[in-house]
C-alpha cells in the first residue's frame, strides 16, 4: 500500500509474524517472507515491537542495497500439521 506525503512516498508492508515461546522465557520471532528475519522480546508486546523494528530495518537494508522488497502473498492460511513416525 503505497501514500503519498509531499515529495516523500510511503509504502506499507504487511508480513506474517510467528513468536515462538522460548524456553528460557519471552518469545522469539520468524518472519517467513523474509530469510534471516529473526528478533525476540521478553513479552509479547516487546517481541511484536521488536517485528516491526526488525522488518523495517530487513527492508530498509534491501532497498539500501538496490534488492527487491519481497511482497508475501494475500491469504495465507497457517496450519499445524502433525504426522506418525514408525521408528
Known sequence: MKFSMGQRQETIYSYTVLFEPAEEGG????????????????????ARAMAED????Y????????DD??????N????RVAT????
Open 76 to 79: 495465507i492460511i497457517v496450519s
Open 54 to 57: 526488525v522488518i523495517q530495518l
Open 27 to 46: 518469545y522469539v520471532v520468524h518472519v517467513p517472507s523474509l530469510p534471516g528475519c529473526v528478533t525476540q522480546g521478553e513479552t509479547f508486546e516487546e
Open 69 to 74: 522488497v519481497p511482497v508475501e502473498r494475500e
Open 59 to 66: 527492508i530498509e537494508t534491501l532497498k539500501d542495497s538496490g
Open 84 to 87: 506418525k513416525i514408525f521408528a
